[in-house]
């Protein structure tokens, strides 16, 4: 009768730091356990790590050989499996290691259909619940406690964004409101100009006392009058010359 | 007259020196809008599939306001200085003309300052970056802006990487959440272009991808340029506004 593997008080756990990619729709990451397994593991032990739905993990069996460990593809039907096997050496203490595990890495697992034990996406956003096994030849030596409820990343349709009306900031209103006033204005000086000047072109009133701004003035030059020649005989008498009787003058 | 004609002769020097204020500032603003239409930070297809190019149509009309005004204030100045009245007329109608199109330019762009929100942004890039069913030739030009745009700002997504993994989007329908849980150029890459560190950057280890959003990389720019493309018009304007007043009023007193 085989002896149950040693419950460790070990709780695996997503890293508390600030990985943004600790927790993604199809993938989690682990705090990687150090020291948990020195004192039950041999070096020829592994080490795997057993995920299932959150509600299904009480009926989780460990399996008692390597040969019958659960699959990535029996997620769906079996509702668990085993992953991340790793020989337990390199959990142990001293071993310098990354911090973190990630689980549901290897898209090849689920894009090739693979039958072996392997870490595929997770197909579905969960919960799940984690637990490590410590398997040797003879079967589970040792195993940690399951894990708290992981629950994935759920992404919204774009659809569901609104984009928000932009606000019109005052300096709009400022700046339209100013120069429809400078345009108004404007406008209404050359209509007000242009009609003084019609009108006043109208009345036929004299504009030229009005205008301040005068051109160079064109005179037009009239030259002085010429004193005619002088015609003798032509009625014209010269004065001082006495003619007893006036005749009247002769034609010319 | 000569206390008069000194009145006349100072009226005359002024709007003059308006006129050559007005011309040098039309071709200020005709650089400014060039600059901002040869799209310097490549943002102009984000912009244009947001439907948000009219600060473009406000630069465009910025650009032909400004060699307009250069033309008239040549054309004014050698109105004033000869007094003739036709000019003078033909100057103030055609000034009038470009004012309206400048108060047009000009609110255009004050308008369409804010209207760049980031959720605007954020659905845009969601559903067209890296489409792989385009559905014209804007998404791909959408792909491109936002891979340059990220590589030279050290930028990821809107606001932050999480907006690839807090939506789904066309990029997510090919690329596996697994593998991409946001677009390879998040992380940080090295002088080869392939990420330094890519378990690091796939994790969110802070140092191997860029966390920062890149919203503000596109709307300081933009904003920046509509606000100068707006003050700069409304200053123009102010100044032609006081020009053109005096210049009806010397044309009311010239005689014909």
């Known amino acids: 009768l085989p002896t149950p593997p040693a419950r460790l008080p070990y709780v695996p756990h997503v890293p508390p730091g600030a990985l943004l990619g600790k927790v993604t729709a199809t993938t989690f990451a682990l705090e990687r356990p150090r020291c948990v397994f020195d004192g039950h593991a041999d070096a020829s032990d592994a080490v795997w790590l057993a995920v299932a739905f959150a509600n299904a993990s009480g009926a989780f069996r460990n399996p008692p050989s390597r040969a019958e460990v659960p699959p990535y593809k029996q997620l769906p039907t079996a509702r668990s499996y085993m992953t991340l096997e790793t020989a337990a050496a390199a959990y142990s203490c001293s071993a310098p290691s990354p911090p973190v595990l990630r689980v549901g890495s290897d898209t090849a697992c689920r894009d090739q259909g693979r039958q072996d ?69 404007l406008a209404s000086a050359v209509l007000g100009a242009l ?44 004065p001082g010359l006495c003619h007893s009787a006036p005749q009247p003058p002769a034609p010319c | 007259m000569a206390k008069s004609d000194d009145c006349v002769h100072i009226l005359q020097g002024l709007l003059v020196f308006g006129n050559v204020v007005i011309g040098m500032c039309g071709i200020a603003l005709t650089a400014e809008c060039i600059y901002f239409v040869s799209n310097p930070h490549g943002l102009y297809p984000l912009l244009k599939t947001t439907e948000n190019s009219d600060i473009y149509a406000a630069a465009w009309i910025g650009i032909f306001v400004g060699l307009a005004l250069f033309a008239l204030s040549i054309l004014g100045i050698i109105g004033v200085i000869k007094a003739s009245r036709t000019l003078l007329m033909v100057y103030i109608i055609l000034m009038l003309i470009t004012f309206a199109f400048e108060m047009a330019s000009c609110i255009t762009a004050a308008t369409h300052r804010d209207s760049l929100t980031p959720q605007l942004l954020l659905k845009q890039m969601l559903e067209r970056y890296q489409n792989s069913e385009p559905a014209n030739n804007s998404d791909s030009e959408v792909t491109k802006t936002w891979d340059e745009l990220m590589l030279q700002n050290h930028c990821c997504g809107v606001q932050g990487p999480s907006d690839w993994q807090e939506y789904t989007s066309a990029f997510r329908r090919t690329h596996s959440d697994a593998d991409y849980p946001w677009p390879r150029p998040c992380c940080v890459l090295d002088a080869q272009g392939l990420p330094v560190n890519l378990d690091g950057c796939k994790l969110g280890v802070p140092g191997y991808y860029n966390s920062n959003g890149c919203y503000d990389a596109i709307s300081g720019p933009v904003n920046k340029h509509a606000w100068g493309v707006a003050w700069f018009g409304f200053a123009i304007l102010c100044w032609t506004f006081c020009v053109l007043l005096g210049t009806i009023f010397y044309w009311s007193g010239i005689e014909y």
């Open chain 1, 117 to 185: 034990p392997c870490n595929g996406p997770l197909p579905s956003p969960g919960p799940y619940r984690v637990k490590f096994l410590l398997m040797g030849c003879s079967g589970p030596k040792a195993e940690t406690r399951w894990s708290e409820p992981i629950l994935l990343r759920r992404a919204l349709s774009p659809s569901t964004i609104e984009p928000a009306p932009a606000r019109h900031g005052s300096a709009v209103v400022v700046i339209a409101s100013i120069l429809a006033s400078l345009g108004a204005v």
């Open chain 1, 195 to 238: 009609g003084a000047k019609v009108w006043g072109f109208l009345c036929h009133r004299d504009l030229g006392t009005d205008a301040f701004i005068r051109r160079s003035y064109r005179t037009h030059h009239i030259p002085p009058a010429l004193p005619q020649p002088l015609r003798p005989g032509c009625g014209w008498s010269p």
